[in-house]
T-cell receptor, first 114, second 110 residues
């Protein structure tokens, strides 16, 4: 079974630039999550989708972050404009249902803002 | 707000010894807990989970213990190997909201 795919693996941008990350969840997984993991910390949930609808985006800095999952499969997370404190690994995870079972992470995108 | 946390940020053990990694949680309504292992440059990898109606669950070389009275979760790794060196996170789930602690770095000495 293919895992959660993310791209790019690494990205370096200057502050105030824009960046986008892509995630392809495990086939059939209805729930998709984006996490931000700052170095030395645990992952922090940014947004959760159930199919193509947003379930929880309470911790998403909506002035600069946006995410979409238009067809209920792939998802894109965007930052515009980026700040230095956005430097982190952005992890995508998916699960089959609402219970958290089968929760699987991708390898993440490491973002460095300079 | 309530959150998941870990007692120790680092743990160093001798190869072959048993490891115990602890986690405290504060949300008594959480109903599902997972331990993850994260190696450098990789995403967290599922190790073992436990539901709140259980107090112990065993896997291959790993055991998770849940003490709901004191809201404590632990991960025991038997016969720790160099490949077990990683950061270990506990996570709690409440209403499909998965929250992670800061992690414990396990180092296995040969």
């Amino acid at each position: 079974e293919a895992g959660v795919a993310q791209s790019p693996r690494y990205k370096i941008i200057e502050k105030r630039q824009s960046v986008a990350f892509w995630c392809n969840p495990i086939s059939g997984h209805a729930t998709l999550y984006w996490y931000q993991q700052i170095l030395g910390q645990g992952p922090k949930l940014l947004i959760q989708f159930q199919n193509n609808g947003v379930v929880d985006d309470s911790q998403l800095p909506k002035d600069r972050f946006s995410a979409e999952r238009l067809k209920g499969v792939d998802s894109t997370l965007k930052i515009q404009p980026a700040k230095l404190e956005d430097s982190a690994v952005y992890l995508c995870a998916s699960s089959a249902g609402a219970s958290g079972l089968g929760y699987t992470f991708g390898s993440g995108t490491r973002l460095t803002v300079v | 707000g309530e959150s998941v946390g870990l007692h120790l940020p680092t743990l160093s053990v001798q190869e072959g010894d048993n490891s115990i990694i602890n986690c405290a949680y504060s949300n008594s309504a959480s109903d599902y807990f997972i331990w993850y292992k994260q190696e450098s440059g990789k995403g967290p990898q599922f190790i073992i989970d436990i539901r709140s109606n259980m107090d112990k669950r065993q896997g291959q070389r790993v055991t998770v213990l849940l003490n709901k009275t004191v809201k404590h979760l632990s991960l025991q790794i038997a016969a720790t190997q160099p490949g077990d060196s990683a950061v270990y996170f506990c996570a709690e789930n409440l209403s499909n909201d998965m929250r992670f602690g800061a992690g414990t770095r396990l180092t296995v000495k040969p």
